[in-house]
């Protein structure tokens, strides 16, 4: 894959920046709790995370991928999570290994980093400003910025809109199949983390690293 035309890049955040699972698990079992429901365990909730909290909800009240809770019970949970989550945002949260010092390369590069999640702004922002990153990042995109969402193509191509830029040079970075399908709707490169929450070679992204270092390195030499 050829990076040379590559003038910014875009990170998903959850799976690939941080490993959110910790904290994302205790706050939706604490919500199952609160509910009078017995506890997931955390490898399960990982397979519900990644378009939103309030589809986290619904999955770990009902335990399926494509499970509709009983709106009462929904809301009732809802509330419930957004209030404990938003207090123990980074208890046990962590930011990858080459994370920081990746960032921090690829702006030695001159290159303009984005945040573009499913997450909702409203916690998004804080959790990268309590792990210390929010200072690489021009934009941070959440779920509820714009009128739609990851694998929608309208997040990565408002990045490329205040950037100055066309979605072929940007890159994606992320670790889903929202993340590759986000990239492909936009016309941005696809990069997989190896890392992440999903089997990365099952994602058909148009390249694989190992961590975000890995990225500066082949940036700099393309």
Not at 13 to 35: F, K, W, Y
Not at 93 to 114: D, N
Not at 115 to 134: D, F, M
Not at 161 to 184: F, K
Request: proline fraction near 5%; charge should be negative.
């Amino acid at each position: 894959m050829n990076l040379k035309y590559i003038k910014a890049v875009a990170f998903d955040l959850d799976g690939t920046l941080v490993d959110s699972i910790p904290d994302l698990a205790a706050a939706a079992n604490a919500m199952r709790e609160h509910l009078d429901l017995p506890p997931l365990p955390a490898l399960r909730i990982q397979e519900h995370v990644g378009d939103g909290i309030a589809s986290l909800v619904h999955r770990a009240l009902t335990n399926e991928r494509d499970g509709q809770a009983d709106p009462a019970l929904w809301e009732r949970g809802y509330v419930f999570f957004i209030q404990y989550y938003r207090e123990h945002l980074s208890d046990r949260t962590t930011i990858y290994p080459g994370v920081s010092e990746g960032l921090g390369l690829l702006r030695a590069l001159q290159l303009p980093l984005a945040v573009v999640t499913n997450k909702s702004e409203r916690l998004a922002l804080p959790l990268l400003e309590q792990l210390g990153l929010r200072d690489h990042f021009s934009l941070v995109i959440g779920g509820d910025t714009l009128a739609e969402k990851k694998p929608s193509a309208l997040p990565l191509q408002h990045v490329c809109q205040v950037l100055g830029i066309s979605p072929e040079q940007m890159a994606m970075v992320g670790d889903s199949a929202n993340d590759v399908r986000a990239a492909r709707n936009s016309g941005c490169a696809a990069i997989a983390v190896s890392y992440g929450y999903a089997d990365a070679a099952s994602l058909g992204s148009d390249l694989v690293v190992a961590n975000i270092a890995e990225l500066y390195d082949l940036m700099k030499n393309s």
